[in-house]
């Protein structure tokens, strides 16, 4: 072959792969339109019987030299990506989505702005056990200068036979002791009914990590004008996560905190392991602010000021973490839990961090 045909020849290559750019280009303009149609019926974006016609037609007009295999497996990468095309054009319209709403969303508790820039710190007892001991717990935390105190009242326990909460009677205890010191209350609530009954007792309802998929509590927090803290799921990944922050908003309610408090991995030197890149992931794809659970992410008191040092280095807008007076004598998680000497070592750990 001369050199002369052989450049006819990669001319002719070159002028088809520009038609071929030109052709997938105008058909991924078509699959954004069919996108937007699907979003606006509500339908879902994959579909397997137009994915089976297309192969189908594929292997009934072949006539090679390409087997019916190879460009099976061509076109199927097409759809696969023109679906992603869909989805990436569904995740812009978002209402937890940045691109959407560019400016950050502040969340406003009682005067404290989650989001503004500032570091604020989350602390209190796993399990709210008796009066006494949330009203020490909140002197500790008062002590330190914080404002938010975290304790629970409705418990979901892995077994049924461990300590279940106080219940009403825990949130009563929350708002009483909060109300003496100047504090706000963050306790989590399980069930959609529960959620009018809380509101006279919680500046903030969590939603914890077991909860972060249970739809009907999702929906009913996001009918309320009510902080939110969304903890992330035992296995949820960042899009799911998200995905049940859209629940919340959907229904009208924007001022949300994301909550990352661990996954659940092969690892066990951790209760659970903590993502520390899913605060800046979440920074840069939603508007919310984002805490970090550095008791529950851990398990481990030794590891605590390390694990909250590298969330507030990477962008975090509160720590949460876990403080009782006696941990040995704790209805729950007494292993993960500061006595009061752990958290002032804790708090003046991360006090020149925050406020240098």
Known sequence: MTNYRLEELRTQIDRIDMQLLDLLNRRAAIVEEIGKEKDKQGTIKYDPVRERELLNRVAANNQGPFSTETLQHLFKQIFKISLKLQESDNSEMLLVSRKRHPQDTIVDIRGQKIGDGNKYFVAGPCSVESEEQVRATAAEIKKHGLTLLRGGAFKPRTSPYDFQGLGEEGLEILRKVADEFGLSVISEIMAPEDVEMSLKYVDVIQVGARNMQN???????????????????????????????????????????????????????????????????????????????????????????????????????????????????????????????????????????VFS
């Open 215 to 353: 739809f009907n509590l999702l929906k009913a927090v996001g009918r309320i004008k009510k902080p939110v803290l969304l903890k992330r799921g035992l296995s949820a990944t960042i899009e799911e996560f998200k995905y049940a922050a859209e629940y919340i908003l959907s229904q009208g309610n924007d001022q949300v905190i994301l909550c990352e408090r661990g996954i659940r991995t092969y690892e066990r030197a951790t209760r659970n392991t903590l993502d520390i890149t899913a605060v800046p992931i979440l920074k840069q794809e939603t508007h919310l602010p984002v805490a970090v659970d550095v008791t529950h992410s851990t398990g481990r008191r030794d590891i605590m000021i390390p694990a909250a040092k590298a969330a507030i280095a990477i962008g975090a807008d509160m720590v949460m973490a876990e403080v009782h007076p006696d941990p040995s004598v704790a209805l729950s998680d007494s292993q993960q839990q500061m006595d009061f000497r752990q958290f002032d070592t804790f708090m003046d750990a991360l006090k020149p961090v």
